[in-house]
């Protein structure tokens, strides 16, 4: 397993990750076991988890994989907050998508009905964030083979 280190990155809303860049190769698999994510703290186990079943859906066989695993620092109340009205922004146009497709082929009333049940629908799905949550995003890459696959899966350990 070729370590090639780490590095801190600011996304949104001001969120920092720690980075781990690492490559390796199947016969390495097992070590995945052994990295210590110090900032996922007493998740350290779900993220070591998460990250073997994103290096197994790569089937990388033979090739290298490289793997990025990003943990931010816990949210504060304000990007919990932002993260939250980007979730009823999106909620809110995946409703008026649904409401004027289906308007189009059938009559407002039905449209507004199923317009209002996407909505609810995707309120459901999608998270809600609090101050304190840490992200983790794992994201893995391999060339070769058919040509370049990537995946890339995403975790929120709650507070």
């Known amino acids: 397993m070729k370590f090639e280190g780490t590095f801190q990155y600011m996304g949104n809303h001001g969120i920092v990750f720690n980075v781990s860049q ?3 190769t199947d016969s390495e698999r097992g070590r995945l076991r ?5 900032e996922a703290k007493s998740a350290h186990y779900e993220v070591n988890s998460k990250v073997v079943e994103v290096y197994d859906k790569m089937q990388a066989k033979s090739l290298p994989c490289m793997m990025r695993i990003g943990i931010s620092k816990p949210l504060t109340r304000q990007q919990g907050d932002a993260l939250n009205a ?4 999106i909620a809110n146009l995946a ?6 497709a289906t308007s189009a082929v ?3 009333y039905v449209g507004f009905s ?3 049940g996407v909505r609810m629908y ?3 799905i999608l998270p809600t964030y609090h101050a304190g949550d840490v992200l983790v995003s794992i994201e893995a890459q391999v060339d070769g083979g058919i040509g370049p ?3 890339l899966s995403t975790l929120i350990i709650k507070t």
Request: aromatic fraction near 6%; charged fraction near 15%; glycine fraction near 10%.
């Open 95 to 100: 409703g008026t998508a649904f409401t004027s």
């Open 114 to 116: 199923v317009g209002a």
């Open 34 to 38: 052994e990295l210590h994510f110090g």
């Open 122 to 124: 995707a309120n459901e």
């Open 86 to 89: 980007q979730r009823t922004t």
């Open 22 to 24: 690492i490559t390796l």
């Open 106 to 108: 059938s009559s407002p």
């Open 149 to 151: 696959q990537r995946t």
